[in-house]
């Protein structure tokens, strides 16, 4: 079955510094989804990348998707402690047909002001 | 902006009891889900939902679970008979044509089972 395994698992940064998280497929992404968790709320969609080599950006947040390495890293310019929660990564199940995701374990952001 | 919505926020109930988590999904959506996550785990797939019908259900999605869109804008999963594991956040979600399309969380059902 497909894994998504999330680096690191627990990020402090300093307000203001840059940081990356990664996501790592076990198979073949078709496609990868980031989201935004608040400790015991829902996730709010950050953005989805579709196709290999395909970058997208809003506000101070980068993602990237490289499909030859089956990763997608996450990175956030300039911090600010509303950057703070957990980020997950989804994606669709490779061997499903109706687009449910699988997700990483979530990486922890904590910025500290 | 459209949004998932769910209800209740919060539900408690006692083992064996039946419980229904309502969900409203965005309204020009076609595909819905129902997901789980345990404290401290992962977010799990349960099932998914289309054209009136169920489409994809995991392992987790036993006889005790069910869904229904009994109307044109309501989503519902019902838990038969509670245990104590059932106990977690329950999120909708839902999506457009494409399979490849955003997939929207609603805020989520935090049940409690005692």
């Known amino acids: 079955s497909q894994e998504l395994e999330q680096s690191p698992q627990s990020l402090i940064v300093q307000e203001g510094k840059n940081l990356t998280i990664n996501c790592t497929s076990s198979?073949?992404?078709?496609?990868l989804y980031w989201y935004k968790q608040k400790y015991g709320e829902g996730l709010i969609f950050l953005m989805m990348l579709q196709k290999g080599g395909e970058e997208k950006s809003h506000e101070k947040i980068t993602a990237k998707l490289d499909e030859k390495k089956q990763q997608s890293s996450l990175h956030i310019t300039a911090s600010q402690p509303s950057h703070a929660g957990i980020y997950l990564c989804?994606?669709?199940?490779?061997?499903?047909?109706?687009?449910?995701?699988?997700f990483g374990k979530g990486t922890k952001l904590s910025v500290k002001p | 902006e459209p949004e998932v919505t769910q209800t209740p926020s919060h539900q408690v109930t006692q083992m064996g009891q039946e419980v229904i988590l309502r969900c409203v999904p965005i309204s020009n959506h076609l595909y819905f889900y129902w997901y789980r996550q345990i404290l401290g785990q992962k977010v799990e797939f349960l099932v998914s939902f289309y054209n009136n019908e169920i489409s994809e259900k995991s392992e987790i999605f036993d006889d005790q679970f069910s869904v229904e869109r009994p109307d044109g804008s309501n989503f519902t999963l019902k838990i038969r008979s509670t245990k104590l594991e059932d106990s977690a956040m329950y999120f909708c979600?839902?999506?457009?044509?494409?399979?490849?399309?955003?997939?929207?969380f609603g805020p989520g059902t935090r049940l409690t089972v005692l």
């Open positions: 989804g994606a669709p199940n490779y061997g499903g047909s109706q687009g449910n995701l699988i």
């Open positions: 979600a839902s999506r457009g044509r494409g399979r490849y399309n955003e997939q929207f």
């Open positions: 198979k073949t992404l078709y496609g």
